[in-house]
């Protein structure tokens, strides 16, 4: 009995996502987005997840006019109401559990929100969703959430030199290249070509610094990768920097080491181990934090410290001294969430940048002195006023749950060399760091406006405010490192 219910729930359920998904019409990807692999990223993800994805065959029109190869996800099908909520960026949530939640927060009590209250994956992965309501008419071919990337070689057999545009491919395109020991020299600003304008973060391998067999091992990394590696006649640089400048830096293979185990978070330390070593197949050497102290550092180009809290406890004096030497001397150390808040405390000597605490409100009074018997009297006239009367002068802005925020890189630093120009974070927790001075460092991606930030999810309207602006990535140099 059970049995024949729940077979027939599931099958009425589906059935309906499907007669309703005919009223809705389709998402479409476009592969018009800084980065198109982002897209292929993304339509492999969900086929992955049993979303039916169709790649198109021919240019259509529907809500705009779309080359082929554009990824269509018509919502008449099973798994439809699952891609709304996935790729559904307007999502809200009821205004009587929000009110709710306000007032449990202006109280004192923890909310109840999840611990993340974004989860549109076409801002998470920086690239553009079409709601249509209109349903493509153009022929698709089936997408599986394995189909290799298609990546290869134009133009490339008499080339004096081959170019790959920044994004995901490319960054594959460059772990591998550097493996396989090619020289590849990565431009800080875009340039004129050949005839054609080349982003800043673009790769250059020329012919003469490679060896004779590079072509044969170029295609080969760009079908292996799927990157699209453009071949042009000569290196010739008509605007931009050229490429035997100081902008036109040669990459090299860095030796890249992890902290790992406690303090480490490890949603954090797993999600950046997979993205380094399956994502761009790069190698990764794991060292627990607490042996970092009795570790040769020397041996390292690029220290990363995931998210997590408790690094100066779980380094100890001589672990935290360890580093910022090694940093010193030419060392990269990389921190992530609690990673940088380690590196922001004045013990560390490692960042000028500090955590913010929460601003006070304007009307809140003044905390009475502890010694005293007693306390001028206050007239209060509205529930408002209460909470600012009992809220703490001082402490951390209330924390967020994880919601995606947009925010804008610094085009004048090599570090937003072919970084998209607007970005989507998800961020979460009460941390907010004050920007550095330019005499300090760079902030070299900032939060968005109070009124433009916002992208996903729900934010207090304090933390709206405070973090309009702040720097989302900041770095430093310490020493002949950073």
Not at 171 to 184: E, K, P, Q
Not at 228 to 250: C, I, K
Not at 409 to 437: C, F, K, Q
Request: hydrophobic share 45%; glycine share 12%; proline share 7%.
């Amino acid at each position: 009995m059970n049995r024949q219910r729940l077979i027939s729930d599931f099958h009425a359920y589906h059935a309906s996502a499907i007669d309703e998904g005919r009223r809705l019409g389709a998402i479409l990807l476009p592969r018009t987005g800084f980065d198109p692999a982002a897209a292929d990223r993304l339509a492999r993800s969900l086929a992955s997840q049993g979303v039916e994805v169709g790649v198109a065959g021919a240019g259509f029109s529907a809500c705009g006019s779309h080359a082929a190869g554009t990824y269509v996800i018509d919502l008449a099908q099973p798994a439809g109401r699952l891609a709304r909520v996935l790729l559904d960026p307007s999502v809200s949530l009821p205004a009587d559990f929000t009110a709710e939640q306000e007032r449990r927060r202006a109280q004192g009590l923890d909310h109840q929100l999840y611990d993340i209250a974004a989860w549109a994956l076409p801002l998470a992965y920086n690239t553009p969703a079409i709601q249509c309501r209109s349903r493509p008419g153009v022929a698709v071919t089936p997408l599986s959430g394995d189909a290799p990337l298609t990546g290869g070689v134009i133009d490339g057999r008499s080339a004096a030199a081959w170019i790959v545009r920044p994004g995901l491919s490319g960054m594959r395109f460059l772990t591998a290249a550097l493996r396989d020991g090619l020289n590849v020299r990565a431009l800080e600003a875009g340039f004129t070509l050949d005839g054609r304008d080349w982003p800043a973060g673009s790769l250059v391998l020329t012919r003469g610094a490679n060896p004779d067999d590079a072509p044969a091992r170029i295609a080969r990394i760009a079908t292996d990768t799927g990157a699209v590696v453009e071949g042009v006649a000569d290196t010739w640089v008509t605007a931009g920097p050229s490429l035997g400048s100081d902008r036109a830096s040669v990459a090299r293979a860095p030796r890249i080491a992890m902290a790992w185990e406690t303090p480490t978070g490890p949603t954090s330390a797993g999600g950046l181990r997979w993205m380094i070593e399956r994502e761009y197949g790069y190698p990764v050497t794991i060292i627990r934090t607490a042996q970092i102290a009795g570790s040769d550092l020397s041996q390292y180009d690029v220290i990363i410290l995931p998210d997590g809290g408790g690094y100066a406890a779980a380094l100890g004096e001589r672990g935290v001294a360890g580093l910022r030497d090694w940093a010193r001397q030419g060392g990269v150390l990389i921190g992530v969430g609690g990673g940088m808040g380690f590196m922001s405390e004045p013990g560390s000597q490692m960042l000028a940048t500090r955590l913010e605490s929460r601003v006070a409100d304007e009307d809140a009074e003044a905390p009475a002195p502890a010694d005293e018997a007693t306390v001028p009297g206050v007239i209060l006239t509205s529930p408002d006023q209460l909470r600012n009367v009992v809220r703490p002068a001082e402490g951390s802005p209330d924390s967020i749950p994880g919601i995606l925020l947009r925010a804008t890189t610094d085009p004048d630093h090599w570090l937003a060399a072919g970084v998209a120009p607007e970005l989507n974070i998800l961020a979460s927790g009460s941390e907010i760091y004050a920007p550095l001075r330019l005499d300090q460092g760079a902030n070299v991606v900032r939060f968005a406006g109070p009124d433009d930030l916002l992208a996903a999810g729900y934010i207090w309207d304090e933390n709206r405010a405070q973090l309009a602006y702040k720097p989302a990535v900041v770095a430093q140099s310490l020493g002949s490192g950073s």
